[in-house]
C-alpha cells in the first residue's frame, strides 16, 4: 500500500532519488486523484502516455498501475483503459469461495450455467439496497457439484457498471469477479447476511427439486468508494453432500 505523499509533481521523476521509479509515479498518480485531476470512474492517460510523461519505461509505468490497481485507486477495463476507481486504498480480506465435499474431504468440481440474464425489475428490497430506481440487469446461474445442481444464485447490477454485459459470455459468471476485472466501480467491501430459508418456487425449479425444503440463503451487497452500492447477489444452497466454504485471504 501507499500513502499520500512524497515526490508527487507532476512530470519525470527524480533519478538521483533511492527511492524505486515505480514507487514514484505511484505517489505522483496518487497525488494527482487526491487533487481531483482525476475524478472517480475517470480514464487515466495511456501507458504509453504516462511513460513520456514521467520519462519511464512502460515496464516502470506498468508495474505501477498494477499496485494501484491491488490497492483500489485504479480499475482496468478491458478494451476500453485505466480508471479511477477510489481516492483511498482498500485494505482487509479479499475473499474466496469453492464448494467441498463435507463427508470425505476430497475437492468437489464446480460447474455454473447461467440460466436467465436480462433487464428485469428487481425486488423492492434490492431496489432499496442499491438506491436505485427501474430495471437492473440480472443474472441468475445454478452451481453444480459432480453434476447435482446445489444453489442457486440471482445477482443484479447497474448495466452501467459492466459496460456490455448484455454481449459477454457469461459462463462461469461471478458478480465479485466480474466487477473486479470489467467494471466501471472497483469492490471496496462486502456486507454478508446470511439466513435460514424455505426453497421458494423459482428457486426450486433452477435446481429440479420441490419447493419449501430448508436452504441456506446467503445475501451479498458489494460496496464500492464512499459507501456506493454497487451489485447484490443472493445465494440458495441446498444439498446435504456439500458445504460452503469461505476462505478469507489477506491482501497487500
Do not use: C
Not at 470425505?104 to 464446480?110: A, D, I, L, M, S
Not at 457498471?161 to 472497483?186: H, S, V, Y
Not at 454478508?192 to 436452504?215: C, D, M, N, R, W
Not at 441446498?238 to 491482501?251: A, H, M, V, W
Amino acid at each position: 500500500m501507499i500513502m499520500n505523499g512524497g515526490s508527487g509533481a507532476a512530470g519525470a521523476v527524480d533519478r538521483k532519488n533511492q527511492e524505486k521509479l515505480y514507487i514514484q509515479v505511484m505517489r505522483s498518480l496518487v497525488d494527482e486523484i487526491g487533487k481531483g485531476t482525476w475524478a472517480i470512474g475517470d480514464r487515466i492517460p495511456s501507458e504509453a502516455e504516462l511513460s513520456a510523461r514521467y520519462a519511464v519505461s512502460k515496464i516502470t509505468v506498468r508495474q505501477a498501475l498494477t499496485n494501484l490497481t491491488a490497492d483500489g485507486y485504479l480499475v482496468r477495463v478491458q478494451g476500453k483503459g485505466t480508471f479511477v476507481a477510489g481516492n483511498r486504498p482498500v485494505v482487509g480480506l479479499t475473499m474466496k469461495t469453492r464448494f467441498t465435499e463435507g463427508l470425505f474431504g476430497r475437492g468437489v468440481e464446480e460447474t455454473r450455467e447461467v440460466v436467465q440474464r436480462g433487464l428485469a425489475e428487481p425486488p423492492s428490497e434490492v431496489s432499496r439496497l442499491l438506491g436505485t430506481e427501474g430495471p437492473l440487469y440480472r443474472i441468475a446461474t445454478r452451481r453444480l457439484a459432480e453434476g447435482v445442481p446445489v444453489s442457486a444464485d440471482e445477482s443484479f447490477v447497474p448495466s452501467g457498471l459492466l459496460p456490455g454485459i448484455e454481449d459477454q459470455d457469461l459462463e462461469g459468471f461471478r458478480l465479485f469477479e466480474a466487477i473486479q476485472q470489467r467494471g466501471t466501480r472497483k469492490v471496496f467491501r462486502m456486507r454478508q447476511t446470511v439466513e435460514i430459508t424455505a426453497l421458494g418456487e423459482a428457486e426450486a425449479a433452477i435446481l429440479g427439486t420441490s419447493a419449501g425444503q430448508p436452504a441456506l440463503a446467503v445475501h451479498r451487497l458489494l460496496i464500492g468508494p464512499e459507501d456506493q452500492p454497487l451489485g447484490y447477489s443472493r445465494i440458495v444452497e441446498i444439498g446435504q453432500r456439500f458445504k460452503l466454504e469461505t476462505e478469507f485471504e489477506r491482501i497487500r
